[in-house]
């Protein structure tokens, strides 16, 4: 009885007010529906991109209010469980990034943009706990997902009404132009492409038909798109995420679960092999990653090789934040003339290594590392837990699909920079914080 009283006044103290809880889903809605349509996507690159300039004002007013409500209510305190504590070690490891970068005036705004996109993600808590519904939360990705799926389908089709009158020389080359992901179809999709599980968990955990419906049309535009933006590294993701979901499946769900979603993995496997032999360019960009040649994979094998020396010369603080492309120029030219005779490369101007790990490595080195390393493995260990503790099976489902989404994003950023993408870093905050932030442990979680 003690241990149930516990738990609802748990439950009520990271409730939010109704007024304040409106007024941050609007802010909530713009955010989330306005990133995905606002030109630039670096996040961390530059301080006058058009992405930043629109989102931290929101991100940073969603925290604020959050902050200013709980300390009103006297129930601010100091985190003392694991996860937040992770949080603190990434957070020290980026600031000292910051204190051995020889770059302070720019790095000073890359640490701001980091720490205050943390405070977003831990203010997502009683923002989320305020819902007897997490579907109505994640309707705004779901929706502008969908939306933007169509717009690029008619871009890849040679109709562009909004952004071609803005641009003739993008319009002329045809290049994607979808949300200023111009020439960078790949980076698109690593956007678009980790949402398809949630779309799919959708198809199962939601009460409405017109919602199982719906869902069902969001995850074939995914799916299409994806494919003709012929994105190797999400691809991969859905096979390691696949892999993932039957083994955790395992653990609390019976074998016919178990064989559905094997067939529907088939499924997907088949549109993916029918995809191969009938799209040209998506067949090409698969069998220049089996055979590792064409220019993107040559570059991407540079950009490692390059920043691991960098690593190698800092390994333990790193060169700093804002260090990278500076770095990165000076290391190229000498890797250039010492390593690989002369030969020009494709490349010559890199602002991040298309690798996660390795842009903090080089940054922040095995510090910063092992931060952020804590801090992921915390995330995806409460996700799990939360799947597994689970009161009902919609809801495990549910879990299943945003812990899949977050591996995809994991893989993605292997062989990308998602973290750096304003609008894939905001997806990622979100999705994580409704994976790891429990709510009321009712039927009502799933409607």
């Known amino acids: 009885m003690t241990a149930n009283k516990h738990q609802r006044k748990m439950e009520v103290d990271s409730s939010l007010p109704t007024r304040t809880r409106n007024i941050l889903i609007l ?49 601010l305190k100091f985190p003392r469980d694991a996860l937040s504590v992770s949080a603190i070690i990434f957070a020290a490891g980026s600031f000292l990034a910051f204190i051995v970068s020889p770059l302070k005036m720019n790095a000073v705004w890359n640490l701001f943009t980091i720490m205050v996109y943390l405070g977003f993600f831990f203010s997502l808590r ?50 994607w132009m979808v949300v200023g992901f111009a020439g960078q179809q790949t980076l698109f999709a690593g956007i678009i492409g980790p949402i398809l599980p949630v779309s799919l968990g959708l198809i199962v955990v939601a009460n409405r038909r017109v919602d199982k419906i719906a869902a069902l049309i969001i995850s074939m535009l995914i799916l299409t798109t994806v494919i003709l933006t012929h994105t190797r590294a999400v691809l991969l993701g859905y096979v390691i995420a696949f892999i993932a979901a039957v083994v955790m499946l395992t653990f609390k769900a019976s074998r016919r679960t178990i064989y559905t979603l094997m067939i529907l993995g088939l499924i997907l496997s088949l549109v993916v092999l029918a995809a191969y032999f009938t799209v040209e360019t998506f067949q090409k960009r698969i069998d220049e990653a089996a055979t590792l ?120 950023a292997l062989f990308s920079f998602p973290f750096h993408v304003g609008t894939s870093a905001l997806y990622t905050l979100i999705i994580a914080a409704l994976a790891v932030f429990k709510g009321s442990e009712i039927s009502q979680n799933v409607r």
């Open 293 to 412: 040649s064409g220019a993107s994979v040559k570059s991407r094998l540079r950009f490692w090789d390059t920043s691991f020396e960098l690593f190698k010369e800092k390994p333990l603080t790193g060169h700093g934040l804002y260090s990278f492309r500076k770095e990165y120029t000076r290391k190229q030219i000498e890797m250039r003339l010492t390593k690989y005779g002369g030969e020009k490369w494709s490349s010559e101007f890199v602002i991040h290594p298309h690798n996660e790990i390795l842009y903090v490595l080089v940054e922040g080195g095995i510090i910063w590392f092992l931060g952020v390393c804590l801090l992921t493995f915390m995330i995806i260990y409460r996700a799990f837990r939360n799947f597994l503790n689970a009161s009902e099976n919609r809801l495990g489902y549910l879990y299943l699909s945003l812990i899949s989404a977050l591996i995809i994003l994991i893989t993605d």
């Open 27 to 75: 802010i909530f809605w713009i955010l989330v529906l306005g990133s995905m349509f606002v030109y630039d996507p670096h996040l961390t690159y530059s301080c006058r991109t058009a992405k930043r300039i629109f989102q931290l004002p929101f991100v940073s007013l969603f925290l604020s209010i959050v902050m200013w409500v709980k300390a009103g209510e006297a129930r």
């Open 126 to 175: 009683p923002f989320i706990m305020s819902f007897t519904s997490r579907l109505s939360l994640l309707f705004p990705i779901i929706l502008s997902t969908g939306l933007v799926c169509i717009y690029a389908i008619f871009q890849y089709f040679g109709v562009d009404p909004i952004f071609q009158p803005i641009n003739e020389y993008y319009a002329a080359s045809k290049r």
